[in-house]
């Protein structure tokens, strides 16, 4: 039988998985990245954990076909990284080529964001739609674009980044410099910043008796919680996530036109007190066809997204 190895590369972990091409994972670990060391150190001690892996779990490694690898970065031609997201390891580098090197199996890569919606479409919440476009609302908003069996990952790597498109004109700086960005409003770190500037004029209310007024430790779920419990000052700040996540899911549906919207994240936890508002809104700015049919789920892999859809590169 056939195996293949999926890594995540992250900023301080890295997790790494053995698995069959169904995306079963057979064994796993997760190390500490030290990307300070520099990318062939990471890569030779990347190298050494698969060898444990295949060892505890008893698989001769030349049965091991494939390394797929998320990496925080635009990838182009699934082999060169043109930048590393807070890493020290310079530009175009080709780690492929770095990693067959070293292993002598067959490797590929993609985007990290890429990568997880890649998983959710082969193994994951989009499994069997020919479509899906995931959007994963954290502190920022990544995302990945699944159409036919095939990552769109663009030409220079950078194809996916749904974050960045402009919601607002010249409208509030973004992480990336820019102004105006759907992450700058629609992820967890845009609904905080709306949150916190409306706690400044406005205490009577739950949300900031349940925060006992700790506005600095603010996150998106207490917001959802106080929505929850009916306070009308949080549900007014969930409508304002809503009306900007509907806009830019909206453009992204009249662009691609997925049979499946994956929402996943922290604030995608939120569930039907979003979703129902969002699925409402959508009809304002997405034009009718694309509306018909349409699937919006919340991912389900969560941590194992990145190992599984590494691995659904050879897939």
């Given at each position: ?174 992480g990336c410099g820019q102004k105006g960005c759907f992450e700058a409003y629609a992820s967890a770190t845009g609904l905080i910043r709306e949150a916190v500037s409306r706690l400044t004029v406005n ?113």
């Amino acid at each position: 039988m056939d195996y293949y190895v999926g890594i995540d590369l992250g900023g301080t972990n890295t997790k790494i998985g053995l698995l069959n091409i169904e995306g079963d994972i057979l064994k796993s670990s997760i190390i500490k990245t030290l990307s300070s060391e520099g990318v062939d150190k990471t890569m030779e001690r990347i190298w050494g954990v698969i060898q444990e892996l295949a060892k505890e779990a008893n698989i001769n490694i030349k049965n091991v076909k494939g390394i797929g690898m998320g990496i925080p970065g635009p990838v182009e031609d699934q082999s060169i990284v043109a930048f590393f997201a807070n890493f020290p390891w310079g530009t175009n580098v080709n780690v492929k080529e770095k990693l067959e090197k070293i292993t002598g199996i067959e490797t590929k890569l993609d985007n990290d964001a890429n990568i997880i919606a890649l998983g959710e479409a082969k193994y994951g919440a989009a499994k069997g739609s020919k479509s899906s476009v995931t959007v994963a609302l954290g502190t920022g908003i990544g995302g990945g674009i699944y159409v036919n069996g095939m990552l769109v990952s663009g030409f220079k790597g950078a194809g996916g980044e749904i974050g960045h498109m402009k919601i607002v004109k010249d409208g509030r700086v973004c992480g990336c410099g820019q102004k105006g960005c759907f992450e700058a409003y629609a992820s967890a770190t845009g609904l905080i910043r709306e949150a916190v500037s409306r706690l400044t004029v406005n205490k009577q209310n739950l949300l900031y008796t349940m925060i006992e007024g700790n506005v600095a430790g603010l996150e998106a779920k207490d917001i959802f919680d106080a929505a929850k419990e009916g306070d009308i000052f949080s549900l007014d700040l969930v409508d304002y996530e809503a009306e900007y996540l509907a806009m830019g899911i909206a453009n992204i549906l009249n662009i691609i036109n997925p049979e499946t919207i994956v929402l996943g994240g922290g604030v995608a936890l939120a569930g039907d007190i979003l979703l129902d508002p969002l699925r409402k809104k959508l009809e304002k700015y997405a034009l009718p066809v694309t509306l018909e049919d349409l699937k919006i789920v919340q991912g389900i892999l969560g941590n194992e997204a990145g190992i599984k859809g590494a691995v659904g590169l050879f897939s």
